[in-house]
């Protein structure tokens, strides 16, 4: 599947509870790989810093419905600065497209100062479209992202099947190499989100695996639930 020159993905997410993730990942750990980048059982750490446009755009698209969107953010793995990604991730339907180019942690810091002018002359259509944003639609950090995934892959359809546990919500700052960073729990334990994407086809034993008639499909968006949280959690500070 493609939109135009780029090429698409289906993306499927379920909320489910311990006792499933238990069943599930015992079936699936049998026929799939993890992926590399699991440095303990439990999978790794995934920071994100999400960007949204002065009308919120992406929350608000996210919430009605539109089929064509598309969000930004600034990601990194196990609180390291060794692999920073700027990311592009665009919705058609349950179709997704995703875009990424490396940043230095000082080029972070210079996204956050307004020090702009690298993203333009970078050479670099990602950079140069996050720029552009950032310019005309007045683009903003709005909220850092936290949660532990564990994930598996299977190269015969590029099928990736990850656990997402213990989403939670950054209630102030958006330094994601901070320390001082508050979050707070975004999902009551122990829901987790159960994401599975893959190219033109799920491989029959993945889907015998999985079972999927089990679960009820969810539009989770982790940005929306974690400025949904976030906008709770500052709302009692300020009473």
């Given amino acids: ?9 289906h993306e499927l997410k379920y909320f489910i509870h311990s006792h499933e993730y238990v069943s599930l990942k015992n079936s699936i750990s049998r026929i799939l790989v993890k992926d590399q980048y699991g440095i303990e059982d439990d999978g790794y750490h995934i920071r994100s810093l999400y960007f ?12 009605n419905g539109i089929d064509h969107r598309k969000k930004y953010r600034i990601r990194i793995y196990n609180n390291s600065d060794s ?7 665009e919705k058609f339907g349950q179709y997704i ?21 690298f993203l333009l002359t970078s050479g670099h259509a990602l950079m140069k479209a996050f720029y552009v944003e950032i310019k005309t639609k007045l683009l903003k950090p709005k909220v850092i992202v936290d949660y532990e995934r564990e994930a598996y892959i299977c190269k015969a359809g590029n099928v990736r099947i990850t656990f997402d546990k213990k989403l939670q919500a950054g209630v102030h700052g958006v330094d994601i190499f901070s320390d001082r960073v508050i979050t707070v729990n975004a999902i009551e334990h122990p829901k987790m989100i159960l994401e599975i994407k893959y190219d033109d086809f799920l491989p029959g034993h993945v889907r015998s695996a999985v079972q999927l008639s089990n679960y009820e499909y969810c539009a989770i968006s982790k940005y929306v639930i974690c400025r949904n949280v976030q906008r709770i959690a500052q709302r009692k500070e300020i009473v």
């Fill in 1 to 9: 599947m493609r939109y135009g020159n780029k090429p698409l993905r």
């Fill in 52 to 63: 949204d446009d002065i009308l919120n755009s992406a929350y608000h698209e996210k919430e």
């Fill in 83 to 89: 692999l920073i990604k700027l990311e592009r991730k």
């Fill in 97 to 117: 497209g995703k875009e990424a180019v490396k940043l230095s942690k000082e080029q972070f810091y210079r996204i956050l100062d307004g020090n702009l002018d």
